[in-house]
Antibody
Framework: EVQLLESGGGLVQPGGSLRLSCAASGFTLSSFAMSWVRQAPGKGLEWVSVISGSGGSTYYADSVKGRFTISRDNSKNMLYLQMNSLKAEDTAVYYC????????????????WGQGSLVTVSS | DIQMTQSPSTLSASEGDRVTITCRASQSISSWLAWYQQKPGKAPKLLIYKASSLESGVPSRFSGSGSGTEFTLTISSLQPDDFATYYCQQYNSYSWTFGQGTKVEIK
């Protein structure tokens, strides 16, 4: 059974940093691209970033480019999101999501999601 | 970025109704479109991918259609478990975007 479990969320001041982690199980992590998707309170879904199965390719939404870094450790079955220079508008539930396949056209959708981790940016 | 616009934003319907949600893309995305269902406090659930392919385990009352810039999600006979918010998502290029969501409410 595929399971994704996020951790690392919490309250952080504007300008601060936080690292989210996602523990994956039930599948071979290296065979799939992985993504982060966020949802501000009461708002819709926003894709944040994706990383290829090997970790060699990454893409980011314009809203986080240059501030957030996605990474993975396939040997530990872990996905990460390092968030720097946090702003109030980064406040959201952050979901770890499994892509259907590798980072190739046609597999840019998400077949499994974690339960989410709340990040609150406030002074 | 490709903008995705869903309509309506809110839909009031009764059990047994046929429901249709529309999603329009600001440019052609071929058939690279997915639909998700989300209930309050829960993660989204994949319903449809590649515009019309039903995800395994999803009831057959859900169907998707369209290509290019206009897409629809249809629920043939609304069930109590279907009252939720629905999102479309394009994955045509590596800057994936979601629609703003359609909330299906009890009439």
């Amino acid at each position: 059974e595929v399971q994704l479990l996020e951790s690392g969320g919490g309250l952080v001041q504007p300008g601060g940093s936080l690292r989210l982690s996602c523990a994956a199980s039930g599948f071979t992590l290296s065979s799939f691209a992985m993504s982060w998707v966020r949802q501000a309170p009461g708002k819709g879904l926003e894709w944040v970033s994706v990383i290829s199965g090997s970790g060699g390719s990454t893409y980011y939404a314009d809203s986080v480019k240059g501030r957030f870094t996605i990474s993975r450790d396939n040997s530990k079955n872990m996905l990460y999101l390092q968030m720097n220079s946090l702003k109030a508008e980064d406040t959201a539930v952050y979901y770890c999501a499994k892509n259907r396949g590798q980072l190739v056209p046609g597999w840019g959708y998400f077949d499994y999601w974690g339960q989410g981790s709340l990040v609150t940016v406030s002074s | 970025d490709i903008q995705m616009t869903q309509s309506p934003s809110t839909l009031s319907a009764s059990e047994g109704d046929r429901v249709t949600i529309t999603c329009r893309a600001s440019q052609s995305i071929s058939s690279w479109l997915a639909w998700y269902q989300q209930k309050p406090g829960k993660a989204p659930k994949l319903l449809i991918y590649k515009a019309s392919s039903l995800e395994s385990g999803v009831p057959s009352r859900f169907s998707g259609s369209g290509s290019g810039t206009e897409f629809t999600l249809t629920i043939s006979s609304l069930q109590p478990d279907d009252f939720a918010t629905y999102y479309c998502q394009q994955y045509n290029s590596y800057s994936w975007t979601f629609g703003q969501g359609t909330k299906v409410e009890i009439k």
